[in-house]
């Protein structure tokens, strides 16, 4: 069964804390993404990844960045939370060809009090 | 730029009602559509897609079809039930391969109710 996985499902953390969000797929996808969500909002891109060390910014990139050192893995690092950035974090992957059908993990719900 | 417009939520409905939430389409060319579903406390996870004009994705009991035309790809059901609920994403992403960023909808709640 394919899957992608995330390293937390319920986080909570304080304000200027440094957060780490892991990501690993088994599918061996090349694209992979962070998303967040809130309500009214949808889905909003934060940055998306093409390839080992390859990354790119989505709509919301402030406040965070990214790392992928390998292909399974995608990591989303919060450098200093804030309040505002307590949401719904999801992770996707893909393949490079095809319709670019997602692949979501379950999900991190993440506080930052 | 790529939009995706669907109706409204809450929708509520009794159970074996038909469904059918809305769903229209910016973009150029033949994007790909699809329907994402999330349950509660869980992340998406895909319903059906559709990849050219005039195909039907169909999967659990839903279906919905490509509608060039109208540019559509409305969702339906015949009879949901209460397992139903949820939260459903319409979804495009431009025809071309490698990376090409999904546009989603904002999502319409379902609630079924006994």
């Known amino acids: 069964d394919v899957k992608v996985t995330q390293s937390s499902r319920y986080l909570v953390k304080r304000t200027g804390e440094k957060v780490f969000l892991e990501c690993v797929q088994d599918?061996?996808?090349?694209?992979m993404f962070w998303y967040r969500q809130d309500p009214g909002l949808g889905l909003r891109l934060i940055y998306f990844s093409y390839d080992v060390k390859m990354k790119e910014k989505g709509d919301i990139p402030e406040g965070y960045s990214v790392s992928r050192e390998k292909k399974e893995r995608f990591s989303l690092i919060l450098e200093s939370a804030s309040t505002n950035q307590t949401s719904m974090y999801l992770c996707a992957s893909s393949l490079w060809e095809g319709p670019n059908e997602q692949f979501f993990g379950p999900g991190t719900r993440l506080t930052v009090l | 730029g790529n939009s995706v417009t669907q109706m409204e939520g809450p929708v509520t409905l009794s159970e074996e009602a038909f469904l059918t939430i809305n769903c229209t389409y910016t973009a150029t060319g033949y994007p790909s559509l699809f329907w994402y579903v999330q349950y509660p406390g869980e992340g998406l996870q895909l319903l059906l897609k559709a990849t050219k004009a005039d195909d039907k994705g169909s999967n659990k009991g839903f279906e919905a079809t490509y509608r060039k035309e109208t540019t559509s790809f409305h969702l339906e059901k015949g009879s949901v039930q209460v397992s139903d609920s949820a939260v459903y994403f319409c979804?495009?992403?431009?025809?071309?391969?490698?990376?090409?960023?999904?546009?989603f909808g904002t999502g319409t709640k379902l609630q079924v109710i006994p």
């Open positions: 599918m061996d996808h090349e694209n």
């Open positions: 979804a495009l992403s431009p025809p071309a391969g490698g990376y090409q960023k999904v546009t």
